[in-house]
């Protein structure tokens, strides 16, 4: 897949210098670089913060401010069990339950909102994953050719409920938190790998179609095979977007026979589910096309070509 840095990149660091204005504007004297956490990491957090806030003016909630900006006191050190590492880059875990929520924000959204807040990036709650159990889960995605994406578009865990092997996971992103992965989790490096890639190819979609300014029809709405309901055009190809991401993933590692990091009950796994993955993409590629054209961004089409398996049988692939 094509790298798209050449545009993200500058539209990221503008926005992210607009973000910090923002936050100072609040608290004179804030230091977001007071944490000591790299720039792609602070970012993620910031957005919690100028959420926070915003929503704290409109509800006159003056203790969802305090919290939310206390984040960046100079005292308040991340804990280091709450980091993980991969390839050079610090990851911040937060547990849910230790993260604000207020019911109007939820009713906002379809899914409940967690904003990381003081006591969250304080607390030396257990993390969910391990090292070890991050570390493998990195070397799939470097063998599935995808970790461009787990470097660039996420930079915060938000761990919602821990599932046994045989239950599904659920994960989601929100639009305003740019980066965050609000996700289950498992002992599975090769399913959190899917989690974290899934949700990553969100952020990536969203920050393209922020640094294009794309404006999507809506009009218009087609079935979707994965909500089971009529979406706008830019939902379907969220959708496309981020399951051909898992299709490839899957795809690659059963094509590998696993790398040699799964045993052969999990690469049988990895073949049941690229064929699982291609049913539900192939169920779209009726009106694929013309959901693309009601995104009407160039970029988006080509680089949905490029991986999206029904665009690839069609011998459209540049």
């Known amino acids: 897949m ?72 100079r005292s308040n050190a991340v804990q280091p069990a709450r980091l993980l590492g991969l390839r050079g880059r610090a990851w911040l875990t937060v547990d849910a339950s230790l993260c604000l929520r207020r019911p ?31 570390d493998q889960m990195g070397r799939l995605i470097e063998a599935s050719g995808l970790s461009f994406l787990a470097d660039r578009a996420s930079a915060i865990l938000v761990m919602l409920r821990y599932r046994t092997l045989d239950e599904s996971l659920t994960g ?10 609000f996700t289950d989790w498992t002992e599975s490096p090769l399913r959190m790998g899917e989690c974290l890639l899934h949700e990553a190819a969100h952020t990536w979609l969203n920050l393209l179609v922020r640094a294009r300014r794309v404006q999507p029809r809506t009009s218009r709405l087609y079935p979707s095979p994965w909500r089971g309901v009529d979406r706008p055009a830019i939902g ?33 796994y990895c073949h049941d589910r690229r064929g699982y993955e291609l049913l539900r993409l192939r169920q779209v590629a009726p009106f694929i096309e013309a959901a693309v054209g009601d995104v009407g961004d160039r970029l988006i089409r080509e680089g949905l070509i490029e991986i999206y398996p029904g665009f690839q049988d069609e011998g459209e692939k540049p």
């Not at 989601?172 to 992965?181: C, E, M, R």
């Not at 977007?241 to 052969?264: H, K, N």
């Open 104 to 134: 109007e924000i939820d009713a906002s959204f379809d899914t409940p909102c967690y904003i990381v807040s003081d006591e969250a990036l304080s607390s030396s709650a257990p993390r969910g994953l391990s090292q070890a159990e991050f």
């Open 172 to 181: 989601y992103t929100l639009f305003p938190f740019v980066g965050t992965n």
């Open 2 to 73: 094509r790298d798209y840095d050449a545009v993200l990149a500058p539209a990221y660091a503008d926005t992210l210098r607009r973000k910090i204005a923002a936050l100072r504007s609040l608290s004179p004297g804030l230091d977001p670089a007071a944490l000591g956490l790299d720039a792609r990491l602070a970012g993620a957090l910031v957005d919690h913060t100028l959420f926070a806030c915003k929503q704290a003016a409109e509800t006159r909630d003056g203790e969802l401010a305090r919290r939310a900006l206390a984040l960046w006191s």
């Open 236 to 268: 379907i190809v969220h959708g496309a977007w981020a399951f051909s991401i898992v299709y490839l993933y899957y795809d690659r590692l059963a094509r590998l026979g696993g790398a040699g990091l799964l045993p052969d009950k999990q690469v049988r």
